[in-house]
């Protein structure tokens, strides 16, 4: 497989497409020496199933490791960390990871439980998880899907799932998009096998799911999420992560010079238009770094205030993030708010009590 390649196959049989895509793609001479040891790399951010659009599902990972023990490797791990405010066992069990683990004999690491250190990503210092030390071959499973707060996620973003959770949190402090883009250089992913088999296209936590039965192989990140960028109808440059991984060399935004090959038979309807656009309720939020987990709740329940017509009532904006500890105003969500004087407490609160909350704020 080439750098500038991105291998597509269509179909149901998640297990053997993956198993397919591996083969054509010559994964087995890719990682080389059958001593690596392999990390296996999910997104696992929630206790979701995939079938919600938010999670990978088991049976590419499955199909992932019966390819490589057929090939020859046996030193094999998966590892991952679930968002900040929720546990990876509760994903771990959940999402069908545990089973999997079971059935194949595969080691998995949570992360959350992980010791971590510091290294220098391209002039920025980062924690990672030390985990990290202990693979030789990345594999990169992320989920192709929106996100409330950077539009889009895959492969790239998916690697904030190695690091500690007071990083993940640092990051939002950091604005997202440049420590992203500085933490490719300090953990490199070496294949990527994406799941497009039905992200939520507008909300990393799923619910609203897209069906396309499609899965990815790729080797460069930044041409994968350019990519993604295209099929959710962005640019990398609504992406500023992507942008600026490419400008620390970590791979290309060029599409015109990708070659985008699908294996078999591909769906006349693989490629229609958003089903659903993403509803911009940003104007009622004041978020100064906010954690994903928090504003991603945040926005499920502005999204059923809006389909109430209630949203507009609302009257103030809600203050959300880290951004505004010590701080006070009306209306604020989650703990770093205490100080507002109408304040919906939790690290995170959960979308039924942010709705019913903000339900209340408003009849009032």
Same mark, same amino acid.
């Given at each position: 497989?080439?750098?500038?390649?991105? @291998?597509?196959?269509?179909?149901t =049989?998640?297990?053997?497409?993956?198993?397919? @895509?591996?083969?054509?793609a010559?994964?087995s /001479?890719?990682?080389?020496?059958?001593?690596?040891?392999?990390c296996?790399?999910?997104?696992?951010?929630?206790p979701? %199933?995939?079938?919600?659009?938010?999670?990978?599902?088991? /049976?590419?990972?499955?199909?992932?490791?019966?390819y490589?023990?057929?090939?020859?490797?046996?030193? +094999?791990?998966?590892?991952e960390?679930?968002w900040?405010?929720?546990?990876t066992?509760?994903?771990?069990?959940?999402c069908?990871?545990?089973?999997l683990?079971?059935?194949? *004999?595969?080691p998995?690491?949570?992360?959350?439980?992980?010791?971590?250190?510091?290294? =220098?990503?391209?002039g920025?210092?980062?924690?990672?998880?030390?985990?990290?030390?202990?693979?030789?071959?990345?594999? &990169?499973?992320?989920v192709?899907?929106?996100?409330?707060?950077?539009?889009?996620?895959?492969?790239?973003?998916?690697?904030?799932?190695?690091? %500690?959770?007071?990083?993940?949190?640092r990051?939002h !402090?950091?604005g997202?998009?440049?420590?992203?883009?500085?933490?490719?250089?300090?953990? !490199?992913?070496?294949?990527?096998?994406?799941?497009?088999?039905?992200?939520?296209?507008d909300?990393? /936590?799923?619910? &609203?799911?897209?069906?396309r &039965?499609c899965?990815?192989?790729?080797?460069?990140?930044?041409?994968?999420?350019?990519?993604?960028?295209?099929?959710?109808?962005?640019?990398?440059?609504?992406?500023p992560?992507?942008?600026?991984?490419?400008?620390?060399?970590?791979?290309?935004?060029?599409?015109?010079?990708?070659?985008? !090959?699908?294996?078999?038979?591909? %769906?006349?309807?693989?490629?229609?238009?958003?089903?659903?656009?993403?509803? =911009?309720?940003?104007?009622?939020?004041d978020d100064?770094?906010?954690c994903?987990?928090?504003?991603?709740?945040?926005?499920?329940?502005?999204?059923?205030?809006?389909?109430?017509g209630?949203?507009d009532? @609302?009257?103030?904006?809600?203050?959300?993030?880290?951004?505004?500890?010590?701080?006070?105003?009306?209306? *604020?969500?989650?703990?770093?708010?205490?100080?507002?004087?109408? &304040?919906?407490?939790?690290?995170? %609160?959960?979308?039924?009590? +942010?709705?019913?909350?903000?339900?209340?704020y408003?009849?009032?």
């Amino acid at each position: 497989m080439k750098h500038n390649q991105i @291998l597509k196959i269509y179909g149901t =049989d998640y297990k053997e497409m993956t198993i397919r @895509l591996l083969t054509e793609a010559g994964l087995s /001479e890719l990682i080389g020496d059958k001593e690596k040891r392999i990390c296996i790399k999910p997104n696992l951010l929630a206790p979701t %199933p995939a079938e919600y659009g938010a999670t990978t599902h088991p /049976e590419i990972v499955a199909g992932i490791i019966e390819y490589l023990r057929t090939e020859g490797f046996d030193r +094999i791990l998966i590892a991952e960390g679930s968002w900040v405010g929720d546990r990876t066992s509760e994903a771990y069990e959940y999402c069908g990871y545990r089973e999997l683990c079971e059935t194949y *004999g595969v080691p998995f690491i949570d992360t959350q439980k992980e010791n971590r250190h510091s290294v =220098d990503c391209a002039g920025m210092r980062l924690e990672i998880t030390d985990v990290c030390d202990r693979f030789d071959f990345l594999i &990169n499973v992320p989920v192709l899907k929106g996100h409330c707060q950077t539009k889009m996620t895959c492969a790239l973003k998916n690697l904030k799932g190695l690091l %500690p959770n007071c990083e993940k949190s640092r990051f939002h !402090r950091m604005g997202l998009h440049k420590p992203i883009a500085h933490l490719q250089t300090g953990i !490199r992913q070496d294949f990527i096998v994406v799941d497009h088999i039905c992200g939520d296209l507008d909300f990393e /936590e799923g619910g &609203n799911p897209v069906v396309r &039965n499609c899965i990815m192989a790729a080797l460069d990140p930044v041409l994968t999420d350019s990519y993604a960028c295209r099929l959710l109808g962005l640019t990398p440059d609504d992406v500023p992560y992507v942008k600026m991984s490419e400008s620390l060399g970590i791979g290309s935004t060029d599409l015109s010079s990708a070659d985008i !090959r699908v294996l078999g038979d591909k %769906p006349e309807d693989a490629e229609l238009p958003r089903t659903r656009q993403l509803l =911009d309720v940003s104007y009622a939020v004041d978020d100064i770094d906010s954690c994903s987990a928090c504003y991603a709740n945040l926005t499920g329940a502005l999204w059923r205030l809006q389909d109430e017509g209630l949203l507009d009532r @609302l009257g103030v904006p809600i203050g959300i993030g880290q951004g505004m500890q010590g701080k006070t105003g009306a209306l *604020g969500v989650g703990r770093c708010t205490s100080g507002f004087d109408f &304040n919906i407490p939790g690290c995170p %609160p959960d979308e039924e009590l +942010i709705y019913e909350k903000l339900k209340e704020y408003i009849l009032r």
